[in-house]
T-cell receptor, first 112, second 113 residues
């Protein structure tokens, strides 16, 4: 069975600082994709960053980057220079065959 | 233009009623999905349709019946609503079954009283 685990229900960070959100997953597939989604209070699901499992290079999107450790099945999200607008729920997700499997989410608070 | 739209955004109804949530995508995608996000924010897939055909049914009670009149629409009909059906329901679409990128609608918050 495919699973996605986010062990941090809540995290907090000071504005302009860096924070890392953890995610581990399990799959028997060799070809899959990993995502981080952001859900602000508006509840819209916003794709933050994606990683193809066959790519060794870690994905980066502006202030967002991932640390993808395929052997360890780990996929953490680093947010640099945190901004107040980064406050949201963050979901790690695994795309396997034909559906997205989500983790339980991490609520990120950003303090001024 | 909104890529994936859902109506209504909010729905409050009483136990035992029947209600529908509509979803439309204007992306030309073949595959559409329904997800349920419960009160603890856990998101789980309910159904997927590809070219109007049911592909995934994740052990959802048969009170939930998705209907796809064409590949741009996937509506969710719920019979005999129960308190536990209260949740946010998200529609999503992707180019096809193998396409990893899914585009989400804004969600419909359903409250059953």
């Amino acid at each position: 069975a495919q699973t996605v685990t986010q062990s941090q229900p809540e995290m907090s960070v000071q504005e302009a600082e860096t924070v890392t959100l953890s995610c581990t997953y399990d799959t028997s597939e060799s070809d899959y994709y990993l995502f981080w989604y952001k859900q602000p209070p508006s509840r819209q699901m916003i794709l933050v960053i994606r990683q193809e499992a066959y790519k060794q290079q870690n994905a980066t999107e502006n202030r967002f980057s991932v640390n993808f450790q395929k052997a360890a099945k780990s996929f953490s999200l680093k947010i640099s220079d945190s901004q107040l607008g980064d406050a949201a729920m963050y979901f790690c997700a695994l795309h396997n065959t034909d559906k997205l499997i989500f983790g339980t989410g991490t609520r990120l608070q950003v303090f001024p | 233009d909104t890529a994936v739209s859902q109506t209504p955004k909010y729905l409050v109804t009483q136990m035992g009623n029947d209600k529908s949530i509509k979803c439309e995508q204007n992306l030309g995608h073949d595959t559409m999905y329904w997800y349920k996000q419960d009160s603890k924010k856990f998101l789980k897939i309910m159904f997927s349709y590809n070219n109007k055909e049911l592909i995934i049914n994740e052990t959802v009670p048969n009170r939930f019946s998705p209907k796809s009149p064409d590949k741009a629409h996937l509506n969710l009909h719920i019979n005999s609503l129960e308190l536990g059906d209260s949740a946010v329901y998200f529609c999503a679409s992707s180019q096809d079954l193998k396409d990893y990128e899914q585009y989400f609608g804004p969600g419909t918050r359903l409250t059953v009283t």
